[in-house]
């Protein structure tokens, strides 16, 4: 079965702090995956993708297809990344995303 | 460019009803999704637009439908609904060439 899992609905961290968000997904194939972020009044939005390989505002994440993982990391968590995470899957391209659950990270100073 | 845009924000119903929920895609955009984020839940697939026909539908009952129109701008119908249907129902549209999902700001359906 295909299945997203973020097992942590909430991570709280203090501002300059390291921030791992989890994701581990079920696939049976070559998935693709992302991170999307919803910021508090803002529509959902489309943070970073494997296969880009990039860093969006400081933000990481590597696939690990043995661990079937795409941890989302930061070394400094800044209190304007507080939001909503979402990791999501896809199989074939133009098809459907499956999303886990979310984590709320909070930041504070 | 106007992102995705999706009417009414809120709505509100009564059980048994019918809602209708409408979503615009980014122009040139082809591909309209739809979601529906319920609590608790996450977001779940429900249905995918492509070039005016139904291209995949997520596991939900056939109350639950839709249409493309030659626009590609899209309507969700739910029939007979029912409490548990209330939640933010979201659009995404893509150009499978450009392949990123864009996400409206969603429909708040609350169901009485």
């Known amino acids: 079965a295909q299945r997203v899992t973020q097992p942590e609905k909430l991570l709280s961290v203090f501002k300059g702090a390291p921030v791992e968000l989890k994701c581990n997904y079920s696939y049976s194939g070559s998935p693709e995956l992302f991170w999307y972020v919803q910021y508090s009044r803002q529509r959902l939005q489309l943070l970073l993708r494997?296969?880009s390989r990039e860093s969006i505002k400081g933000f990481t994440a590597d696939l690990n297809k043995g661990e079937t993982s795409f941890h989302l990391k930061k070394p400094f968590a800044q209190e304007e990344d507080s939001a909503m995470y979402y990791c999501a899957l896809r199989g074939q391209a133009g098809t459907a995303l499956i999303f886990g659950k979310g984590t709320t990270l909070s930041v504070s100073s | 460019e106007a992102g995705v845009t999706q009417s009414p924000t809120h709505l509100i119903k009564t059980r048994g009803q019918q809602a209708t929920l409408r979503c615009s895609p980014i122009s040139g955009h082809t591909s309209v999704y739809w979601y529906q984020q319920a609590l608790g839940l996450g977001l779940q697939f429900l249905l995918w637009?492509?070039?005016?026909?139904?291209?995949n539908r997520g596991n939900f009952p056939p109350r639950f439908s839709g249409r493309q129109f030659p626009n590609y701008s899209s309507e969700l119908n739910v029939n007979a609904l029912e409490l548990e249907d209330s939640a933010l129902y979201l659009c995404a549209s893509t150009d499978l060439r450009v392949d990123t999902q864009y996400f409206g700001p969603g429909t708040r359906l609350t169901v009485l």
């Open positions: 494997h296969i």
């Open positions: 637009y492509d070039e005016g026909e139904e291209r």
